[in-house]
């Protein structure tokens, strides 16, 4: 049971990147997923959730209008579509699935700076 980031790096303010998690170990069409993110010396914030069939969806405040949560049950994969990337959204950026008392993934740095 486990869950693997990717997509992360670096890129300049205003630009994009798409992160992905991809599930394995259980039946993830079953459960909601969501991604969090932890800047240094900050406290871990909630970016994104979406409902087991794709809906409902959230944002957290910081990040609604940019960024969209999106996933594929075939592929057992959940996305986070970055838009418009500024400084402060550089962190370590966490999938959770809603499995059982909650599973985290290793997390995966995004970094925005020109």
């Known amino acids: 049971v486990q869950l693997v980031e990717s997509g992360g790096g670096l890129v300049q303010p205003g630009g994009s990147l798409r992160l992905s998690c991809a599930a394995s170990?259980?039946?993830?069409?079953?459960?909601?997923m969501s991604w969090y993110r932890q800047a240094p010396g900050k406290e871990r914030e909630y970016v994104a959730r979406?409902?087991?069939?794709?809906?409902?969806?959230s944002y957290g405040d910081s990040v609604r209008g940019r960024f969209t949560i999106s996933r594929d049950n075939i592929l057992s994969t959940v996305y986070l579509h970055m838009n418009n990337l500024k400084p402060e959204d550089t962190a370590v950026y966490y999938c959770y699935a809603d499995y059982k008392m909650g599973l985290w993934g290793q997390g995966t740095q995004v970094t925005v700076s020109s």
């Open positions: 170990g259980f039946t993830f069409s079953s459960y909601g």
């Open positions: 979406i409902g087991a069939a794709a809906a409902p969806v």
